[in-house]
């Protein structure tokens, strides 16, 4: 998993499963805590993850909240989709720009 951007926007590139939650979750953190204003977190390059990712987010969108922010997901491609709706997380997660289905 790479992750790169900046405390406005993080790009997220490989499956989010536990073996990549660690350097995300550092990043997620690191970027909610020096940053302000929504929090994108651009999903294109993600093509799966478990439910250890799915904790990530969630915690990642409280986390925000906690700091007057929005964690807003961007280029949320089918197989992810399917996983939030799944779960109703599609319901509570900001979403934006999703991938062609």
Avoid: F, K, S
Avoid at 41 to 48: Q, S, Y
Avoid at 59 to 66: D, K, P, V
Avoid at 78 to 97: G, K, S
């Amino acid at each position: 998993m790479r992750v790169w951007g900046d405390p406005r926007e993080l790009h997220l590139d490989g499956v989010l499963d536990v073996r990549a939650t660690a350097d995300v979750r550092l990043a997620l953190h690191d970027a909610l805590d020096h940053g302000d204003g929504d929090l994108i977190l651009n999903l294109t390059r993600v093509p799966a993850l478990d439910t250890t990712g799915l904790g990530l987010i969630v915690g990642a969108h409280r986390r925000a909240g906690r700091r007057e922010r929005r964690l807003v997901l961007t280029g949320v491609g089918p197989d992810v989709y399917r996983v939030l709706v799944l779960t109703r997380l599609h319901r509570i997660l900001t979403l934006r720009q999703l991938a062609a289905v």
